[in-house]
């Protein structure tokens, strides 16, 4: 085995996003393209002899001659040891896992998330650092500024790597360690969560439930943890087998792309609770019978129950969630006396306040959830924070969050997405917005008078780093809001996303459909935003 030195160019745009890397698989696998970015982070990261990397994906298309690449650069760089998940599997929160348990130096995760794959889909990569957090952007903007000056990469030459047998081999000095992508997750569970009270939810009543892997990562996780640990039937699972297609999904878990799993929860034989995680496994969509939780409402309400879940029963030392994510969680916050902490898009932000332990418990509007038992949002972790509080309760999911509306009033919440518009158009759009900040303040809409409008930007408490442009608010009296921004993982074109919100603190008034309740501040976001002309589109391509 030697060490092969390959002269490159460098691509102009390796610069990663919300969440890493993300680009279409083609691009990916165009020859040097992995390449150059594994060892524009390898450079970036000083020093690797003796420490110890973990490395898996979500089994998407591509994942596994990605892992053989990856090693053999990591060989060549003189890693001292690399942890892989069996079949070069591992979910977003168990890569997160891994590397804090094994007090690694950090971790690569190849995934596009939510993100179609497939070949003619997408594919990505991201790095998470020593607390098992997505690097922090001073460290991926030095990865892009090395991209940007890479002349070679270092790969070793040999055969591949067995990944489908637990065990141990070595690459030149590298020792190469396949474990099992499972076990370690399902064991951390298994101690913040009541596994005995769930169990007995399961066996006593009629209580059942239904998850959709959307065949994605997480159907290993969930058989493994549901069925084989909790016992919830053998049917439990849908969608459960990784593929590397996806089945031709979208694993994006909400209510237009897991409609299988919408269409059961609304049937007459809909189970209690139903449930689906993304691609990568770092997200969650949580349904009652014939009921959908807003991912900003399971935050808050996660909150507000967090004594009844033994991971969490000596309280919370704060929360925090993403800008645009609704303030149903600050109002649970103000009542318990904590501190709510409001960040940019994107989980790498959270990290300072999670290791300062300013804050036990994070959340974003796209359906994520997490704590501080990783460093990254988590799927399958919120599903038995909710069924652990099943358990105890012993109430509907519907009744529960309903409770929580009568007790903190309702915030309607909605996000409307236009996909793939033109990338020009969407950032004259944003610009216009910016041109207006200055006199929307004191302006009336109909009911709604703008207090104040910025293009939010953010001090980190703990480093004091600054950023700057994270979306535009336009904040009305009486807790309503309007924010716009610009996605950071899509592919193609750009994908507009716009947040609307309002609070209703009467119970008479809680019962309304969100679109409804919320269309005033629909028409008033199309007409300063004038989303129509610069999109070309008539109405969002979801809406959720
Ligand atoms: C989206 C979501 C954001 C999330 C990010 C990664 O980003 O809005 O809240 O953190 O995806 O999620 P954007 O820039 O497209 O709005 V996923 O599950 O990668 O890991
Ligand atoms: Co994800």
Redesign the pocket.
Known sequence: MTVNTITTTPFPDQKP???GLRKKTAVFAQPHYLENFVQSLLDTLPDLAGKTLVVGGDGRYFNRPAIQTILKMAAAANVGRVLVGRGGLLS?PAASVLIRKYQAYGGIVLSA??NPGGADGDFGIKYNGTNGGPAAEAITNAIYARSRALQQYRVTTGPDIDLDTLGRCTIQTTIIEVLDPVADYADLMERLFDFAGIRSLFAEGNFRMCFDGMHAITGPYAHEILVNRLKSGSDTVIRGVPLEDFGGGHPDPNLVYAHELVERMYSPQAPGFGAAS?G?G??NMILGRHFFVTPSYSLAILAANARLVPGYKHGLRGIAR?MPTSCAPDRVAAVLGIDCYETP???KYFGNLLDAGKVTLCG???F?TGSDHVREKDGLWAVLFWLNILAVRRQSVESIVREHWRTYGRNYYSRHDYEEVDAGAAEQLVQELRNQLSVLPGKSFGRYRVNFADDFSYTDPVDQSVTLQQGIRIVMDEGARIVLRL????TLGA?L?VYIESFEPDVGRQDQDAQVALADLIRIAEQVAQIRKFTGRERPTVIT
């Open positions: 996003g919300t969440s977003t998330s939510h993304d990568d770092d997200r993403s898009t994107g989980w974003e509007e796209s994520g996605s950071g993982t899509g994908t996303r």
